[in-house]
T-cell receptor
Framework: DAKTTQPTSMDCAEGRAANLPCNHS???????VYWYRQIHSQGPQYIIH???NNETNEMASLIITEDRKSSTLILPHATLRDTAVYYC????????????FGTGTSLTVIP | DSGVTQTPKHLITATGQRVTLRCSPR?????VYWYQQSLDQGLQFLIQ???????AKGNILERFSAQQFPDLHSELNLSSLELGDSALYFC????????????FGEGSRLTVL
C-alpha cells in the first residue's frame, strides 16, 4: 500500500471549515484513499473514501487531485467534537481489509 | 455505537500472566481485525480473520494468538505478558474481505504491572 504524508497537527476555529491535507504521491491506479478519525482513546471511525472522484457524505467531503497524488478532507463546519486524530490511508481493494494507520493529523478545534 | 463489542473494557494484570480479550463483531460481519495501540506508537495491525480463517498477519508477537469461532466472535490471547504489552487493543469488523469500512469497538485497555 502506498505511503501517506500528513501534517502532525492543525488548529481550526469552531464553525470554520477544516481542511486536512494528505500526500500520497506513490498511489497506484487501484488504490483508494480512506479517511478515519480517532477521538481520544476511542475506536477509529470511518469518515469517507474515494478513488478519483470527489466524494461527499454527511460527515465530510473528500477532494482528490486529478493526478491522485494528494487529497484533502474537508469538515465544512468544524465543531469541538471534531477534535481528533485524522488518518489518511491509501489501500488497494485486493489486499484485503487490513488498514495500516500512520501517525495521522491531530486536529484541534478552538472555540 | 459501532455494533462491535469488546470485553473486558479494562484489565490489570501482572507480568508473566496470560489474558484473553474477546470481540463480538457486528451482526453479519465475517471479518474481524485486531489492532494494538500503545502510548508511544500508533495503531498497529495485528491480525485479521475471515469467516474463521486467518486472512492476514501484521506485527503480532509469537506470544500472542487469536482465533475466530464458528459464531464469528474472536478472541485475542496474550501470554507471558510484559510491561510493554500495556496498550489499548481494538477489534474491528467488516462485512467482507473487500469492503472498505471497518467498524471498531471501544477497545480493551490492558495494564501490565
Amino acid at each position: 500500500d502506498a505511503k501517506t504524508t500528513q501534517p502532525t497537527s492543525m488548529d481550526c476555529a469552531e464553525g470554520r471549515a477544516a481542511n486536512l491535507p494528505c500526500n500520497h504521491s506513490t498511489i497506484s491506479g487501484n488504490e483508494y484513499v480512506y479517511w478515519y478519525r480517532q477521538i481520544h482513546s476511542q475506536g477509529p471511525q470511518y469518515i469517507i473514501h474515494g478513488l478519483k472522484n470527489n466524494e461527499t457524505n454527511e460527515m465530510a467531503s473528500l477532494i482528490i487531485t486529478e493526478d491522485r497524488k494528494s487529497s484533502t478532507l474537508i469538515l465544512p463546519h468544524a465543531t469541538l467534537r471534531d477534535t481528533a486524530v485524522y488518518y489518511c490511508i491509501v489501500r488497494a481493494t485486493n489486499t484485503g481489509n487490513q488498514f495500516y494507520f500512520g501517525t495521522g493529523t491531530s486536529l484541534t478545534v478552538i472555540p | 455505537d459501532s455494533g462491535v463489542t469488546q470485553t473486558p473494557k479494562h484489565l490489570i494484570t501482572a507480568t508473566g500472566q496470560r489474558v484473553t480479550l474477546r470481540c463480538s463483531p457486528r451482526s453479519g460481519d465475517l471479518s474481524v481485525y485486531w489492532y494494538q495501540q500503545s502510548l508511544d506508537q500508533g495503531l498497529q495491525f495485528l491480525i485479521q480473520y475471515y469467516n474463521g480463517e486467518e486472512r492476514a498477519k501484521g506485527n503480532i508477537l509469537e506470544r500472542f494468538s487469536a482465533q475466530q469461532f464458528p459464531d464469528l466472535h474472536s478472541e485475542l490471547n496474550l501470554s507471558s505478558l510484559e510491561l510493554g504489552d500495556s496498550a489499548l487493543y481494538f477489534c474491528a469488523s467488516s462485512g467482507g474481505v473487500m469492503t472498505g469500512e471497518l467498524f471498531f469497538g471501544e477497545g480493551s485497555r490492558l495494564t501490565v504491572l
